[in-house]
């Protein structure tokens, strides 16, 4: 997945170098804090910006010119991790960028996961009885202690053998990361025990053990840590297994969403049906989609009608009709007749490919407020290794009792976990993207879930936002000596060069009632107010405004024919030709019957709806009175460039304002605002320029999708308050001898649990 993308700007040749970007998986992270060690090697090379996110194991790296993806896979490996660009993708795969995961199947299909569960069923199994024994000193035997050492020894050497192989790399490159100090404490544990029973008084028979909940006391080789070394092991290797599924599952929606795709497709080649992969398919192709099946790839109906059930894509439960000239998008599937598609969008241009590209992009971003968090991480271990240090010296000048002060900090190495603060945010980005994908809400990235937090107005596009979009054609009033045939032809000429939605129900309208129409010659589109052209010798002009942006002086039958049109909430168009108006057209749109929910959604999310729209005051208000917006709060008569204009007007007034929109005339407006939601169903613009895309075309999925970004936010917030909180409590507690290492290892294996497992509560958002 690699893009070149040139800036431009000032005089520093490294940032005016032509860039590209890159993604890495990165293997051999445990922590937070290899993934902030990862992250600052990278951005250390000259022109390099590197985000590393631990929770899915990548890296998205920009990089100039004299920079390659080798030289970036290098640094990771002198770092003491692994490096390796995305495979291609498989040919079964083309429907969404679905090999870029690096990830296998979810759950326990996995192989790290299948690794890391057999790792601590035998750990359990073995530490268990150690663990009883020194516990509970009715069951110690004459020489338990020495079966308490046959059982440890394996699962301190191969139960935590990957903590100490990554501790042993990061030593050899100079750093320390979670596993030094997993490492140091279970070895330190079993080191001293080892020492105890072969050269202290631990070893002879009859010797019998106390177990505590605080710091032990005692003569110190006597005093064994056995089960600390094998309890603590087991612990942490439970607590590795439980996050990694939990991280499978936190991911398993966008796997989901890029196996959506059909695997194979019928294709039409002389006449004949030919099955291929889906990956052979080329724009231009024309397909077979029966009942049943998925359709292929994006593309439009030339053959058949059906109706197509987009629930897996888009979240909406009800079939759509479909006919010829109707397009249809891949991953949907046939819920009725047989039909013929021609392919026009194939592999990474589809629109599954493109979501499953968003919600990636937003899984891999990080939140300001993780930042901080990784800043922390990684010097975590280093200051948790002074305070180890600081506790045991403590303990000796204090206390003097050699046993009491090695437990304090042996319980000071064991209970930190910077894990849980690396974990806080990305888990919950990807359940809560994740969910979003499920439901036809594509979240862009981290930065856009504060926004949702602070909006407190919301600016609703009227025409194909709070109304269909689907408009037709009503009346047509003519002028006196003017004949209505005559007017519709010459009006729907020019309208029908035109893509404007007022300006395809004339076309359509005076197409149905005339017949065919002449050619236009000259056509010229008149931004905000019509379209110009030249129609069997006149030039005529359809719209609300004549050519130098002037309203047309009406005779009084036209004039009263707009104003009763605009009464009735329809839009008004004047026809002019030969420099006179010759008639006033009336177009209605339909309200969409689920926008007056949507609204009162909105203002249930606090949020003081505004309808924007370019066309007449009456006709607005009518529109708004139906859904339940206040008059005061209809800005009409807009020109498209003056919808920016609007929006930064009320964010003058001290507004955080969202913007719904779907239109290219919205798209300005949408980056303008402070939060832009797309309508799927719109143009390639305004999804581009949003921060959300509601891929169903229904207003109501905009408050779900606030309601889920603030969701999320609260949930990240929640997480980190937990990760820190737990490292503030934590270490006091073990540097006072207040926690027994078995006890510390338990709290901190599930401290990183409790974090993905709190994420994964997004996976319920209705």
Same mark, same amino acid.
């Given at each position: ?540 002009? %359809? &719209?609300?405004?004549? *050519? +130098?942006?002037? =309203?047309?002086? #009406? /005779? $009084?039958?036209?004039?009263? @024919? ?64 139906? %859904? &339940?917006?206040?008059? *005061? +709060?209809?800005? =009409?008569?807009? #020109? /498209? $460039?003056?919808?920016?204009? @609007? ?120």
């Amino acid at each position: 997945m690699s893009s070149t993308v040139t800036t431009t700007g000032a005089a520093d040749p490294v940032a005016d170098a032509p860039r590209s970007e890159v993604e890495l998986l990165i293997g051999g992270m445990t922590c937070a804090s290899c993934a902030a060690r990862v992250e600052k090697k990278l951005n250390r090379m000259e022109g390099v910006e590197a985000t590393v996110n631990y929770a899915t194991e990548k890296a998205r790296v920009s990089y100039p010119e004299g920079v390659s993806v080798e030289d970036l896979v290098d640094t990771v490996v002198r770092t003491g991790y692994t490096a390796e660009p995305p495979p291609p993708p498989a040919p079964a795969e083309t429907a969404g960028p679905g090999a870029r995961t690096g990830k296998h199947a979810e759950g326990d299909d996995d192989p790290e996961v299948t690794a890391l569960r057999t790792r601590f069923t035998v750990s359990a199994v073995l530490g268990l009885p150690v663990v009883l024994l020194a516990m509970i000193p009715a069951l110690q035997f004459d020489n338990w202690q020495w079966l308490s050492l046959t059982l440890a020894a394996p699962v301190v050497v191969w139960g935590a053998l990957p903590f100490h192989r990554a501790a042993w790399t990061n030593a050899r490159h100079g750093a320390a990361t979670m596993d030094t100090l997993v490492s140091l404490g279970t070895l330190a544990a079993f080191g001293w025990s080892l020492w105890a029973l072969f050269l202290g008084h631990a070893g002879m028979p009859g010797m019998r053990h106390e177990f505590s909940l605080t710091v032990s006391r005692g003569d110190a080789s006597a005093t064994l840590y056995l089960e600390v070394a094998a309890g603590v092991t087991a612990l942490i290797l439970l607590g590795r297994w439980l996050e990694a599924r939990s991280k499978r599952r936190a991911g398993a929606a966008l796997r989901a969403l890029m196996e959506l795709g059909a695997k194979d497709v019928a294709v039409l080649r002389d006449g004949r049906e030919t099955r291929i992969p889906v990956d052979a398919l080329a724009v231009g192709d024309r397909f077979v989609v029966r009942p049943g099946e998925k359709v292929a790839t994006d593309g439009v109906v030339v053959e058949g009608s059906s109706a197509v059930d987009a629930s897996l894509l888009t979240g909406e439960s009800a079939p759509v009709d479909v006919s010829v000239g109707d397009a249809v998008t891949g991953a949907t599937v046939n819920a009725g007749g047989r039909i013929v598609v021609e392919a026009t969008r194939v592999g990474s241009d589809t629109r599954l490919a493109r979501m499953a590209e968003l919600v990636e992009e937003a899984q891999n971003g990080k939140a300001e407020v993780q930042r901080l968090a990784d800043r922390i991480s990684g010097i975590f271990v280093p200051v948790v290794l002074l305070i180890a240090l600081g506790t045991l010296v403590g303990w000796l000048l204090a206390d003097g009792d050699v046993t009491a002060a090695f437990t304090a900090a042996v319980a000071v190495l064991i209970i930190a976990c910077p894990c849980a603060l690396g974990l806080a945010t990305p888990t919950a980005l990807m359940v809560g993207t994740g969910r979003g994908a499920q439901l036809g809400i594509l979240i862009k990235g981290p930065e856009v879930l504060e926004s949702t937090r602070r909006v407190d107005t919301v600016v609703l596009d009227k025409t194909g936002t709070v109304t269909t979009g689907s408009m037709t054609l009503h009346e047509a009033h003519a002028a006196e000596g003017v004949e209505e045939a005559e007017l519709l032809r010459l009006a729907g000429a020019v309208e029908h060069a035109s893509e404007h939605p007022v300006a395809r129900a004339v076309a359509a309208g005076a197409e149905e009632r005339v017949g065919p129409l002449p050619a236009v010659e000259d056509f010229v589109n008149l931004p905000g107010r019509g379209v110009r052209g030249r129609v069997e010798g006149r030039e005529v002009i %359809v &719209g609300r405004l004549t *050519a +130098d942006g002037a =309203a047309p002086e #009406l /005779p $009084e039958s036209l004039a009263r @024919a707009k104003d009763a049109a605009e009464d009735a909430g329809r839009t008004a168009v004047v026809v002019s030709w030969d420099g006179a108006p010759r008639g006033v057209l009336a177009v209605a749109d339909t309200v969409k019957p689920t926008s007056a929910e949507a609204v009162a959604a909105l203002r249930r999310l606090g949020l003081r709806p505004v309808l924007l729209t370019g066309d007449n005051r009456r006709a607005a208000v009518s529109v708004a009175r139906s %859904v &339940g917006i206040d008059e *005061a +709060d209809v800005v =009409a008569e807009v #020109l /498209p $460039e003056d919808k920016v204009e @609007a929006v930064r007007r009320l964010q003058a007034e001290g507004r955080t304002v969202a913007m719904v929109g779907d239109g290219v005339n919205d798209a300005a407006a949408l980056a303008a605002a402070d939060l832009g939601l797309a309508m799927g169903t719109g143009t390639d613009a305004a999804i581009e320029a949003s921060d959300l895309t509601l891929v169903r075309g229904d207003l109501r999925v905009a408050a779900d999708a606030i309601r889920l970004s603030r969701r999320t936010l609260a949930t990240i917030k929640g997480n980190l308050f937990w990760a820190f909180g737990y490292n503030v409590a934590a270490l006091p507690l073990a540097a006072a001898g207040l926690l027994n290492p078995v006890i510390a290892g338990g709290a901190m294996a599930f401290s990183s649990v409790f974090v993905v497992s709190n994420s994964l509560r997004l996976r319920g958002f209705r």
